[in-house]
């Protein structure tokens, strides 16, 4: 056990910055199956902090400010079907930039694509 960070959390998570930290967690939950743990809001209902979990990986989230403003990530994730998750993404909304293919001397199939904030996706599984 750890007593520095709380339990089944890494060590390092990306923290997002983002216009509409909700519907961002939404989508993560629509995609990825995501799972919300410690979220607190703002009195005006913005997401002032929200922590959801992709499997074995924390990411960090908060609707953008003037002295934090939005920011983009490319965030890599492996997924057990790159296909179908890659597809989940376009039905809600995002847009593709590369179909999942396997690339010579890649041991990974891989797709991205890019969310509503500008942030970029690459799905993988190992084949």
């Not at 809001?41 to 990986?57: A, L, R, W």
């Not at 179909?99 to 891989?110: F, H, L, T, W």
Request: aromatic fraction near 12%; charged fraction near 30%.
């Amino acid at each position: 056990m750890n007593h520095f960070k709380p339990n089944n959390y890494n060590s390092v998570s990306p923290y997002f910055m983002v216009e509409d930290a909700k519907r961002m967690v939404q989508l993560l939950e629509d995609i990825f199956d995501a799972k919300v743990h410690r979220k607190y809001d703002q009195p005006d209902g913005k997401i002032m902090h929200v922590e959801v979990q992709i499997d074995d990986s924390i990411i960090m989230m908060s609707d953008a400010t003037e002295q934090y403003p939005a920011n983009k990530y490319w965030m890599h994730v492996y997924v057990p079907d790159v296909d179908a998750i890659f597809e989940k993404a376009l039905n809600y909304g995002c847009e593709a930039v590369d179909k999942p293919q396997n690339k010579e001397n890649d041991p990974d199939k891989r797709g991205t694509f890019k969310d509503f904030a500008g942030n970029m996706w690459s799905v993988a599984a190992q084949c």
